[in-house]
């Protein structure tokens, strides 16, 4: 049945948040907490279905809820990406799944294809529609038709650069956000149909197996153009980092900072939120001698997967923006715990464990505002008091001292030799 009933649409000049909005993403309910935890103003999430994440843990109904609240205690936001292009089989269900997410308290959806973004604003009102990503939007006036269609902010194509975003802003009365740090894709704004092709997994439905990250051979005429003993070829781009050019991203109107990464591990995501919050808020409590500080380029650092550029921002990226080698592992630091409680009497942490660690190791302990100091890890015992050799059970708890006070939620990591 066709339904006449008029869309809500979005009334009212939001140009210009006060402070541009911080977006970290959350594969579970756990990444949310500590995305929200190191600073993040609002955390995107996938539900079961409609989401470009399918091999994300992903969140049912109950842990949306449970997700909220929680970022509510922090004046945090939580989006639902429903950013598919749905076939057929696809819309049923979908009014029930929005109605879900709207009880829910979820803040907003970020969505791609017209029916999703049309159904919403009819049988969900409260939700916010946030144009994804995925419609590749670089310019001012297709930003315009979609503020006519009722969207008080579009997340614009990855290639977009400073210039066009500049654009966009003197023309059209709308917020604007862009991807800032995380995973490039090597295709057009993640239209890419490799998956599709050698493994049957729709990219565009939630199914990419990153084939750019694979290694391959190159052949011409059936002939091996390299010998089978010489590195394999990938064609993956590098990660995009734009925690240098905070002032800029500031200053051309960007309004949400999107991070990219629900796959990403929970060292990661609360590793690159921590550096970012730290920048935001020191260029906005002083743009007039806001200075980069090396310690939040260094932490970075600890959390990359990959070598870092500029993406689109500048220019447009060229040969040597891709990795073509055999990558290695960038960050030189593993995720080894993260403190459950402190005893400020005994100066003891109770510690899950996370990964291997040992006394007479060093580690590092970091939390939230950039605390951090580094120390030797001393004798360690289990819950019942026994000494240990080695914390090498996964989620094991584990009782040291600490030569700092630190706090649940702190997170310890090693240096990987």
């Known amino acids: 049945m066709v339904t006449t009933q008029t869309a809500p649409r979005f009334k009212g000049k939001r140009n210009r948040l006060d402070k541009p909005e911080l977006l970290a993403p959350a594969g579970n ?31 049912s109904f109950e842990e949306m809820k449970e997700g909220v609240e929680f970022a509510k205690q922090y004046g945090a936001k939580v989006f639902v990406a429903t950013n598919i292009y749905a076939h057929n089989e696809d819309i049923s269900g979908l009014e029930d799944y929005l109605r879900e997410l709207e009880n829910a308290g979820i803040a907003a959806i970020i969505a791609a294809d017209p029916i999703i973004i049309e159904t919403a604003q009819r049988v969900a009102p409260k939700l916010e529609v946030h144009l994804s990503t995925q419609q590749s939007t670089m310019n001012w006036q297709a930003v315009q038709f979609w503020k006519e269609e009722g969207l008080p902010r579009v997340v614009l194509a990855r290639e ?73 070829f990938t064609m993956g781009s590098k990660d995009l980092g734009m925690l240098e050019h905070i002032p800029d ?15 990403k591990s929970l060292h990661y995501v609360a590793t690159v939120v921590n550096a970012y919050r730290q920048a935001i808020d020191s260029y906005m409590a002083d743009p007039e001698n806001y200075e980069l500080k090396q310690v939040w380029l260094d932490d970075i650092q600890k ?92 989620l094991q708890r584990i009782v040291m001292k600490t030569d700092q006070p630190v706090r649940a939620m702190d997170m310890m990591r090693k240096r990987v030799r």
């Open 29 to 59: 309910l756990e990444k949310l907490k500590f995305a929200v935890h190191y600073g993040a103003d609002a955390v995107y999430i996938g539900g079961q279905k409609y989401g470009l994440r399918s091999n994300a843990d992903n969140f």
């Open 160 to 232: 977009a650069s400073i210039e066009e975003i500049a654009q966009i802003k003197e023309h059209v009365d709308i917020e604007i956000e862009a991807f800032i740090h995380g995973a490039m894709c090597s295709s057009f704004s993640g239209r890419c149909v490799l998956s599709n092709h050698f493994t049957d997994r729709d990219s565009n439905r939630g199914g990419c197996c990153q084939s750019c990250r694979w290694k391959y051979d190159i052949y011409e005429d059936d002939l091996q153009m390299v010998s089978p003993e010489a590195d394999k």
């Open 303 to 394: 959390a990359a997967n990959r070598p870092l550029n500029t993406g689109f921002f500048y220019d447009t990226p060229g040969a040597e923006d891709h990795i073509y080698e055999p990558e290695d592992k960038a960050a030189p630091y593993d995720f080894a715990g993260v403190v459950v409680s402190y005893d400020a009497e005994a100066g003891t942490a109770v510690i899950q464990q996370r990964n291997h660690f040992k006394p007479g190791q060093e580690v590092e302990f970091f939390g939230p505002n950039g605390t951090f100091f580094k120390q030797i890890v001393p004798e360690i015992k289990d819950d019942n008091g026994s000494v240990l050799d080695a914390a090498r059970h996964p």
């Open 249 to 263: 991203l500031i200053d051309v109107g960007v309004d949400s900072f999107k991070i990219e990464g629900r796959m």
